[in-house]
């Protein structure tokens, strides 16, 4: 089946540093991939869709410069949380679509927990 | 516009009890919908799914069936196991292909 990874799985980090996360289809290419941010004991909340090779789309609220995405290869999107607070605390979770289904599926992958002291 | 509404959790069940887990959407035009299984720790997984009105989506004994009519999305399981023990999320995903998650609901199975 198709696979998406995360990496890292866990990260901490002191406010006001940046921290990447890095998205990869493993044994599909994506064409599409999506962010989501998930609030403890929340839903999952769209926070961009990224195109290979072309700028993200974000959603309504979700700050550009803050969350820096970029989607270079067909398998690999990278977001990267700049100048992190406590308040960017979350996990984050990307999906990739493409691969064997015809259905345009979504594939998730297994979520990083970012923690910013 | 669209969005999902799922019963609120904790769902504390026996094993070997009947699942229910609601969920009713709205949405413009015709959405497919799902339902995703999420472990401790871990990512969305998908469960199953139906793409159009009165499709049943079925996997691990889960099954759920697209309600046009009352707009819902329920998901059964006849019997449930410690295993089950998770948070399942409905959602659906519109005809721009964006998904709209519900708030999830945690269900704990006993021994």
């Known amino acids: ?117 | 516009g669209n969005s999902v509404t799922q019963m609120e959790g904790p769902v504390t069940l026996s094993e070997e009890a009947f699942l229910t887990i609601n969920c009713t959407y709205t949405a413009t035009g015709y959405p497919s919908l799902f339902w995703y299984v999420q472990y401790p720790g871990e990512g969305l997984q998908l469960l199953l799914k139906a793409t159009k009105a009165d499709d049943k989506g079925s996997n691990k004994g889960f099954e759920a069936t697209y309600r046009k009519e009352t707009t819902s999305f329920h998901l059964e399981k006849g019997s449930v196991q410690v295993s089950d023990s998770a948070v399942y999320f409905c959602a659906l995903l519109n005809n721009f292909n964006k998904f709209y998650f519900g708030s999830g609901t945690k269900l704990n199975v006993k021994p």
């Open chain 1, 1 to 117: 089946g198709a696979v998406v990874s995360q990496h890292p799985s866990w990260v901490i980090c002191k406010s006001g540093t940046s921290v990447k996360i890095e998205c990869r289809s493993l044994d599909f290419q994506a064409t599409t991939m999506f962010w989501y941010r998930q609030f403890p004991k929340q839903s999952l909340m769209l926070m961009a869709t990224s195109n290979e090779g072309s700028k993200a789309t974000y959603e309504q609220g979700v700050e550009k410069d803050k969350f820096l995405i970029n989607h270079a290869s067909l398998t690999l999107s990278t977001l990267t949380v700049t100048s992190a607070h406590p308040e960017d605390s979350s996990f984050y979770i990307c999906s990739a679509r493409g691969g064997p289904s015809s259905y345009n599926e979504q594939f998730f992958g297994p979520g990083t927990r970012l923690t910013v002291l």
